[in-house]
């Protein structure tokens, strides 16, 4: 039962350094999100893609680029990573958009310096 | 704007109180609301969801929330709180009405229930 599975859990970067988050899912779930959790801030979603083949902007892609590789697979990439990228990374998945409460992985913990 | 607001940061209460963790939202539309609970380290667990008929619902752990459409509140409630429930818990609400799937959540309100 492993769900959502991220990759890396943690990192460390330097500024204008890239890097590239991966997630999968077993569920066999349509759409996948990217969010990231900042305090007093709640989640805020980055990029999000309601079926394989398509992606779509959320309220703060600024910096970021997705890709769904197949249905199981949607990575996140920072092509030049800022301080202001430093935050807790959530994938998460559900089976569609509508009713279907989301279903999150552990996180990944990024730093830029 | 379509929004939704936990006013509270944090919820103190003693074990074996009920305790309330509040959700209001704004809306142009119907929505799908739901509660979700983080514990440290951890991602998010879906605790519960509104999608339409009873305002009442039920979910884990004993938890339920009551849906206000004239208040536009979905109030997250536990008879009885446990230790073990301290935790970081999110409202969200996701609208119908030019709805392209996004996911809209709350702050955060933090439980703590001390023994």
């Known amino acids: 039962n492993a769900g959502v599975t991220q990759t890396p859990k943690f990192q460390v970067l330097k500024t204008g350094q890239s890097m590239t988050l991966q997630c999968a899912q077993d569920m066999n779930h349509n759409s996948m999100y990217w969010y990231r959790q900042d305090p007093g801030m709640g989640l805020r979603l980055i990029y999000y893609s309601a079926s394989e083949g398509t992606t779509d902007k959320g309220e703060v892609p600024n910096g970021y680029n997705v890709s769904r590789l197949n249905k199981r697979e949607f990575s996140l990439r920072l092509e030049s990573a800022a301080p202001s990228q430093t935050s807790v990374y959530f994938c998460a998945s559900s089976v569609r958009q509508g009713p279907g409460e989301l279903f999150f992985g552990e996180g990944s913990r990024l730093t830029v310096l | ?115």
Not at chain 2, 28 to 38: A, D, H, K
Not at chain 2, 48 to 72: M, W
């Open chain 2, 1 to 115: 704007a379509q929004s939704v607001a936990q006013p509270e940061d944090q919820v103190n209460v003693a074990e074996g109180n009920p305790l309330t963790v509040k959700c209001t939202y704004s809306v142009s539309g119907n929505p799908y609301l739901f509660w979700y609970v983080q514990y440290p380290n951890r991602g998010l667990q879906f605790l519960l969801k509104y999608i339409t008929g009873d305002n009442l619902v039920k979910g884990s752990y004993g938890f339920e929330a009551e849906f206000n459409k004239s208040q536009t509140s979905f109030h997250l409630k536990k008879p009885s709180a446990l230790v073990s429930d301290s935790a970081l818990y999110f409202c969200a609400v996701r609208f119908l009405s030019g709805n392209t799937g996004k996911l809209i959540f709350g702050q955060g309100t933090t439980l703590q229930v001390k023994p």
